[in-house]
């Protein structure tokens, strides 16, 4: 099946910003939910934001800080990501929730490492 292709990760000092993308096929981008996951070393894999029909949700660990966004035309999610600490160090996976539970869902995810 078709996976995400999430990019635009890297290493950044802590206060400093980055900006992922993902590429999603026209049949996964269908779905009106659209999020981003993050799992730290060690850690399970954690919701950080959503986006439905230009509603949006954020974790409480993100909120102010990040921006989840979609570009309907370029079958496109994005996470604006400002202030970074170093505990957001992690890889970024994007995906549709309803296809969450599907292991073979997901994508390589990008990763996202900031020092302190």
């Known amino acids: 099946q078709v996976q995400p292709v999430e990019s635009g990760g890297g290493l950044v000092q802590a206060g400093g910003s980055l900006r992922l993308s993902c590429a999603v096929s026209?049949?996964?981008?269908?779905?009106?939910?659209m999020a981003w996951y993050r799992q730290a070393p060690g850690k399970e894999r954690e919701l950080v934001a959503t986006?439905?029909?230009?509603?949006?949700y954020y974790a409480d660990s993100v909120k102010g800080r990040f921006t989840i966004s979609r570009d309907n035309a370029k079958n496109t999610v994005y996470l604006e990501m400002n202030s970074l600490k170093p505990d957001d160090t992690a890889v970024y996976y994007c995906n549709a929730p309803v296809r969450s539970s599907d292991s073979g869902s997901w994508g390589q995810g990008t990763q996202v490492t900031v020092s302190s």
């Open positions: 986006i439905k029909f230009g509603n949006t």
């Open positions: 026209g049949s996964i981008f269908k779905f009106s939910a």
